[in-house]
């Protein structure tokens, strides 16, 4: 009889077999499922406190996937041999994982749970990220803890006008279309997609099409709970201090409703610092008087958040002004300026209201390309997308240094917005590099980075198919009633029900994220949702196009020139020399940079167009093939006894014999020829050895 009570489900996913397995591997976690899709395999763990920390006041949920190198076959990079800090795309997946589950746990739960992902085996056709997001769910499913799962997870592809469920690597090159969805039974909890400038309508059909696929996936893992699922946890949450909540409402609800009435941003939060301060200070004063224990400033702060968000969600939902006097739909004002820096390739400030983004981009050669190297196989990235938000840019002080998450995920959904509009390398054979430096953020600061990155490529010249523009978007939703805001600010993002980021062309969307706080939504809002957000980047692209002008600058500058030009594959060899002496010699000699690909195109960057263009003839010398009728001029390398050798090209040289060197009877070669001396002579065949032989005597005789 085995030690192991063992558990599997297995299901049809798309094209591939999915199987979950409990019971066997790491039994001590509160719950722990192994995914197999394909070769693909992952462990995933779910363990939590069963004690809340003292004074608590925040759910502290952590979600880490962890890829190693065994998985693929591999040893890690590096001196030590060992996995590191995560990768980019190890936290770009722990926030994918993050993002649906976070919602269904209980208002109140605010014991620690962690959840961690092994990629234990990895087939290079099937990307862990689905089988993770299933495996996470399916662990805190049979865990008991208080979670009101499961979640399916399915990506979704867009081939020949069709929708293909959970694609391959391979498929995804052909699709116009890669999305993620996640959601419970009944409702759609998060999206992350990018697309080739689809129309809305088809990204709404991919979301649904994902969520009706994935049901397949909820199914199984309430399968497995019902056979091995762990007794849920007797948890609830803690009894309202009513006569507390009732106090605080009588010291601030007027002040609040005043605050909400206040346009800026800044002033209204030294008004809100002011509240908080009073109402700290008037509950202890109360408990003094009354020689009763002070309420728990945690709790109190608790009840003044919700205070403000009924403030804010009431107003809205009776058609009242948002909090800076917009209706729902309008964008707030906006002001464009392009090649602000000298120095820069690009550069452009896009301030939307409060939010301002200063987007800068680099252009450079293929050495700049960002090489990537994962489990997945190795690849090259010539667009690369940074987004940096230091403290200042909501007033604060706080840690400054190595990207933090949310700034890692803004990046990409940055860049997943511009990549559909990129030129391809044929006709832009640059690396390019866009950072984007928030200095102002009050909302939908990634949608800014999206509208200033198209901008300041094209203030570098870069020849983009089409402007791009996004908005993030807001729901507010009380029971059937539901307000969609356009262009979010900060509170209305922290007191709403959704975040829903579009972005796309005029003739479609490029990429869209969305995570909902409340337990799903349906179709109908979503469609309103996507509705709206067309109208709203419909209007900003209008503003891009009014204030920017149509279409890229001249190239700057200061970015390198290009030149390419195509050599003989088989002379690939005589360019880069022994160990690579000739290719580094001429890049010293002539300070250019040279990249030469297999198939013998080569391209020269340089500042200088001159310095180009000599490194340029100097590769086309190496390579060039000696001819038959020819005239070059050379050097004399070495006198011989019976004539002379002449340099050609480099790396070429051939010989004059004396008797080609006048029409006289030559003697002596050096009465004629000095080493050194630079000389014109005429190829007029090879020997049999296909040494090129030369001759003075016959230009002697056409002059």
């Not at 719950?31 to 759910?59: H, N, R, S």
């Not at 002001?335 to 987007?359: K, N, W």
């Not at 390198?560 to 000699?589: F, H, M, Q, S, Y």
């Amino acid at each position: 009889m085995s030690m192991f009570n063992k558990v599997s489900k297995s299901f049809m996913f798309g094209q591939h077999e999915v199987t979950l397995t409990t019971g066997e591997i790491a039994r001590q976690a509160s719950g722990a499922v192994v995914v197999q899709m394909g070769d693909t395999v992952i462990l995933a763990t779910v363990v939590a406190k069963k004690e809340t920390k003292p004074g608590q006041d925040f759910f502290p949920l952590t979600v880490d996937y962890i890829e190693k190198a065994y998985a693929a076959g591999k040893f890690p990079g590096g001196f030590f041999k060992r996995e590191g800090r995560p990768s980019e795309h190890e936290t770009l997946t722990s926030r994918l994982i993050d993002r649906p589950i976070r919602p269904l746990f209980p208002d109140g739960f605010f014991n620690e749970v962690q959840v961690i992902i092994h990629v234990l085996s990895v087939d290079p056709e099937i990307n862990p990220d689905i089988p993770s997001m299933i495996g996470a769910s399916a662990a805190l499913t049979i865990s008991g803890i208080p979670f009101k799962g499961p979640i399916g997870a399915c990506r979704v592809g867009y081939v020949n006008g069709g929708f293909v469920c959970n694609p391959t690597v391979s498929q995804l090159k052909e699709s116009r279309l890669d999305l993620v969805v996640a959601g419970t039974e009944r409702a759609v909890l998060m999206v992350e997609s990018e697309a080739d400038c689809l129309p809305e309508q088809t990204m709404l059909d991919a979301v649904m099409f994902g969520h009706q696929q994935m049901q397949v996936a909820i199914n199984a893992i309430h399968e497995l709970t019902a056979e091995a699922g762990k007794p849920a946890w007797d948890w609830q949450p803690a009894p309202k201090n009513e006569a507390l909540i009732a106090r605080v409402h009588e010291i601030a609800q007027a002040d609040i409703e005043e605050a909400y009435t206040i346009r800026s941003k800044q002033s209204r939060t030294e008004k809100l610092r002011a509240i908080y301060e009073k109402v700290e200070a008037q509950l202890t004063a109360d408990a003094e008087a009354a020689g009763t224990e002070v309420a728990d400033m945690n709790e109190v702060h608790g009840i003044l958040f919700e205070m403000e968000a009924h403030v804010v969600r009431t107003n809205i939902l009776e058609g009242k002004p948002r909090i800076d006097g917009r209706d729902t739909r309008t964008v707030r004002p906006i002001e464009i300026r392009q090649s602000i820096l000298p120095r820069t390739h690009g550069s452009a400030l896009f301030t939307r209201g409060e939010t301002q983004a200063l987007v800068l981009t680099t252009l450079g050669t293929k050495q700049d390309e960002q090489i990537i190297d994962n489990i997945m196989g190795e690849s090259r990235d010539r667009f690369i997308m940074h987004y940096n938000m230091p403290p200042f840019a909501t007033g604060e002080t706080g840690r400054v240094g190595s990207p933090k998450r949310r700034e890692i995920g803004h990046g990409r959904l940055a860049k997943r917005a511009l990549k559909a509009v990129l030129p391809s390398a044929e006709e832009f054979n640059y690396s390019i590099r866009v950072v984007s430096e928030i200095c102002e953020s009050n909302g939908s600061s990634s949608m800014a980075s999206v509208c200033g990155g198209c901008l300041s490529m094209l203030d570098a010249g870069v020849p983009l198919k089409d402007y791009v523009a996004g908005v993030a978007m807001g729901l507010i939703k009380e029971g059937n009633k539901f307000a969609v805001l356009t262009d979010i600010l900060g509170d209305e993002d922290h007191l709403g029900d959704m975040d829903f980021k579009v972005a796309g062309t005029e003739n479609g969307v490029t990429a869209l994220q969305m995570d909902i706080k409340i337990e799903g939504i349906t179709a109908e809002i979503m469609q309103a949702a996507l509705a709206q957000a067309h109208e709203g980047r419909m209007h900003i692209l209008g503003k891009m196009h009014e204030m920017a002008g149509d279409g890229a600058k001249e190239l700057s500058v200061w970015a390198p020139r290009l030149l390419t030009i195509k050599i003989n594959p088989e002379k690939i060899r005589d360019v880069i020399g022994k160990g690579g002496a000739t290719i580094r010699g001429l890049c010293e000699e002539t300070g250019c940079q040279i990249d030469i690909e297999d198939d013998g195109t080569v391209t020269i960057a340089s500042n200088d167009t001159e310095r180009a263009e000599f490194a340029k003839k100097r590769i086309e010398d190496i390579t060039a093939d000696v001819e038959v009728g020819k005239i070059y001029e050379g050097p004399v390398v070495k006198l011989l006894d019976f004539g002379a050798i002449i340099g050609l090209l480099p790396g070429k040289d051939g010989l004059l014999h004396i008797s080609q060197i006048a029409n006289e009877r030559v003697n002596q070669v050096s009465d004629y020829l000095q080493e050194g001396q630079t000389v014109r002579v005429k190829v007029i065949g090879f020997d049999d050895k296909n040494r090129p032989r030369l001759s003075m005597k016959a230009l002697l005789n056409e002059e």
